[in-house]
């Protein structure tokens, strides 16, 4: 089993900065595909960035220049620096790691990142 732990959702005014954690732990041997969701109310899941085992990151237009994934994989632990927050980034953000074993790959709980005044 791979568990997922998030932190360092909080609330931030527009324009702030915000990073987030992901440590993993558990049975992970082979090598991993990391990633960032999140879900605002109402709306879907969705992709806000990926990072391959060598590193390699993508984004989804809507953060491009404004966010950073990376990896520790050492410390089985993914960052994501959200930089000029506005308030459409208002959602609950999802770690996600994907090993090819299991449909979807693995979840965390979630933490939330509210932009506002």
């Known amino acids: 089993q791979v568990q997922l732990v998030e932190s360092g959702g909080s609330l931030v005014q527009p324009g702030g900065s915000l990073r987030l954690s992901c440590a993993a732990s558990?049975?992970?041997?082979?090598?991993?595909?990391m990633a960032w969701y999140r879900q605002a109310a109402g709306k879907q899941r969705e992709l806000v960035a990926t990072?391959?085992?060598?590193?390699?990151?993508k984004y989804a237009d809507s953060v491009k220049g404004r966010f950073s994934i990376s990896r520790v994989n050492a410390k089985k632990t993914v960052y994501l620096q959200m930089n000029r927050l506005t308030p459409e980034d208002t959602a609950v953000y999802y770690c996600?790691?994907?090993?090819?074993?299991?449909?979807?790959?693995?979840w965390g709980q979630g933490t939330q990142v509210t932009v506002s005044l």
């Open positions: 996600n790691l994907d090993k090819g074993d299991r449909p979807g790959g693995y």
């Open positions: 990072v391959t085992p060598d590193e390699r990151p």
């Open positions: 558990g049975s992970i041997s082979s090598p991993y595909v």
